[in-house]
Nanobody, 124 residues
Framework: QVQLVESGGGLVQPGGSLRLSCVAS????????IGWFRQAPGKEREGVSC????????YYADSVKGRFTISRDNSKSTVYLQMNSLKSDDTAVYYC?????????????????WGQGTQVTVSS
């Protein structure tokens, strides 16, 4: 089983940038599709982005297209989420998770192992 640890969250002003990292330990990350999700207080968990094992398939929620970029470095067992032009609506706890399938998805039910999350707060 893969264990995932997110990092890189913090407080940033609107328009700013953050890069989140998701590091895997345990089984090799190479074989897994990895997704990023977020959950704001009082809201359902939302799929943000996803990348397949060889980076051939990606997914972005409409709300982040053009602002967020997902990438991975399998040699470092790490998936990144570069977040630019951040808005207050992006404030949430961000989680990464391993996919059950080879293709990308924005549905939480298509993902199995989850990290503990990292808080992102966008505020002036």
């Amino acid at each position: 089983q893969v264990q995932l640890v997110e990092s890189g969250g913090g407080l940033v002003q609107p328009g700013g940038s953050l890069r989140l990292s998701c590091v895997a330990s345990g089984r090799v990350m190479d074989f897994y599709t990895i997704g990023w999700f977020r959950q704001a207080p009082g809201k359902e968990r939302e799929g943000v982005s996803c990348i397949s094992s060889r980076s051939s398939d990606t997914y972005y929620a409409d709300s982040v297209k053009g602002r967020f970029t997902i990438s991975r470095d399998n040699s470092k067992s790490t998936v990144y989420l570069q977040m630019n032009s951040l808005k207050s609506d992006d404030t949430a706890v961000y989680y990464c998770a391993t996919g059950r399938w080879a293709f990308c998805s924005g549905r939480a039910r298509d993902f199995g192992s989850w990290g503990q999350g990292t808080q992102v707060t966008v505020s002036s």
